[in-house]
C-alpha cells in the first residue's frame, strides 16, 4: 500500500523531510508565532463605578471579578393606600424641612408628596422596606448555592411573627460616609435576632462578618451623605449597603464636592420627629406588620422563602 504524503513548504530554518536525527540535531527549534493581542472591545470589562449616577455614592469595597455581594433580610411590604405609609411620608417630608439634601428609601419624593395629600385612591402600588438580618456579605460563584441553600433551611425551621416599629433614630453605615432616617423594631425584636444568630455559622463557614452582637433590627426610610466629620460619629448599627445594588456605594472624594454633605443630623430632628409621629408609630393600626418571610440577594438575583406557619 502506497503511503500518501502531504508536502509543506519550508523555510530555511526549517529542516527538510528527508533529514536523520542526527542532523535534526543541528537545526535550530522553530520560531514560535505570536497571536495578534485581542481587540479591546473583547476584552472582559469590569464595572467602573460612576458616582454621578447615585448621587455621589461609590462602592465600599471594590469589585472583585467572580465575587458577589449579597444580603439578607426579612422584607416589610407597604401598600401606598395604607396608614403606615402616610405616616412615612410625612415622616420624610418632616425631616427634609430641616436636611434638604435627604434622599427617600424605597419609594420616591413625589410619592411622599401625594401621600401627603391623604392615602390614594386609585394606585394600588406598594413599596418594600427591609429589615437587615446581615452584614455585606461576599460570595465567590461556587458559594452562592450552598448559601441560598442554608438561608432556606433556616426559613423551614422558624415561624412567621407579628412585629413592629416603635420609634424613629438615626443611624451611620459601618464606613460612616451616610447616615440614615430609620424606624427601629420593638415587638419581633427577638425572633429577628433568632434569625440572624441561626445565619452565624454559615457566615462564619466561609469567613464572613457574622452580624452585630447588638443589633438595632431597623428599617431605613432615608439617607444623606456625611462630610469629613463623620470620624467623630456616633458607632454605626446600619446595614444598608446590600439592601438595594446601588446601595453598596460611599462618597468618592473626588465627586464629594458637586454633591451637598452634612456633619449629621440636626440634634434636634430625630427628637422632634418621635415627638411629632410617635404615637402613631407604635399604634396597632399602623406600625405592626407580620414578618412571613426572608429574602437574600445576591448581586441581582433575589430569593425569597416563607416562614413556617406553625
Not at 527538510?16 to 497571536?35: I, V
Not at 416599629?165 to 460616609?177: G, H, Q
Not at 451616610?178 to 455559622?201: C, M, N, Q, V, Y
Request: proline share 9%.
Amino acid at each position: 500500500m502506497k503511503r500518501l504524503l502531504v508536502e509543506y513548504s519550508s523555510s530555511d530554518e526549517e529542516a527538510p523531510l528527508s533529514a536523520t536525527p542526527l542532523e535534526l540535531d543541528n537545526f535550530p527549534p522553530p520560531k514560535k508565532r505570536q497571536l495578534p493581542p485581542l481587540s479591546t472591545h473583547l476584552l472582559p470589562q469590569a464595572p467602573v463605578d460612576n458616582p454621578a449616577l447615585h448621587q455621589g455614592r461609590q462602592r465600599t469595597t471594590p469589585h472583585v471579578e467572580g465575587q458577589f455581594a449579597a444580603h439578607v433580610y426579612i422584607p416589610v411590604t407597604v401598600s401606598k393606600k395604607s396608614r403606615l405609609f402616610g405616616l412615612l411620608s410625612r415622616i420624610f417630608s418632616a425631616a427634609q424641612e430641616s436636611v434638604p439634601i435627604l434622599h427617600p428609601i424605597g419609594f420616591t419624593k413625589a410619592d411622599a408628596d401625594a401621600a401627603r395629600e391623604g392615602p390614594s385612591t386609585s394606585d394600588d402600588g406598594h413599596v418594600e422596606l427591609h429589615i437587615s438580618l446581615t452584614r455585606p456579605t461576599y460570595l465567590r460563584a461556587h458559594q452562592r448555592e450552598e448559601f441560598k441553600r442554608a438561608v432556606q433551611a433556616i426559613a423551614r425551621t422558624r415561624v412567621k411573627f407579628p412585629a413592629s416599629f416603635a420609634t424613629v433614630s438615626e443611624l451611620t453605615n459601618d464606613e460612616r460616609t451616610r447616615t440614615f432616617l430609620t424606624l427601629e423594631i420593638g415587638a419581633g425584636h427577638e425572633h429577628l435576632k433568632e434569625l440572624s444568630d441561626g445565619l452565624t455559622p454559615l457566615l462564619r463557614s466561609i469567613r464572613q462578618k457574622e452580624f452585630y452582637e447588638q443589633p438595632r433590627f431597623h428599617a431605613s426610610i432615608a439617607w444623606a451623605l456625611l462630610d469629613d466629620s463623620r470620624a467623630s460619629a456616633a458607632p454605626c448599627r446600619a446595614s444598608e449597603s446590600l439592601a438595594r445594588p446601588e446601595e453598596d456605594l460611599t462618597p468618592s472624594p473626588a465627586v464629594e464636592s458637586r454633591f451637598p454633605t452634612i456633619a449629621s443630623f440636626p440634634p434636634s430632628l430625630v427628637p422632634q420627629l418621635q415627638k411629632e409621629f410617635g404615637r402613631e408609630l407604635v399604634s396597632p393600626v399602623v406600625g405592626t406588620f407580620d414578618a412571613e418571610e426572608i429574602c437574600v440577594r445576591i448581586g441581582r438575583e433575589v430569593r425569597k422563602w416563607k416562614l413556617s406557619a406553625v
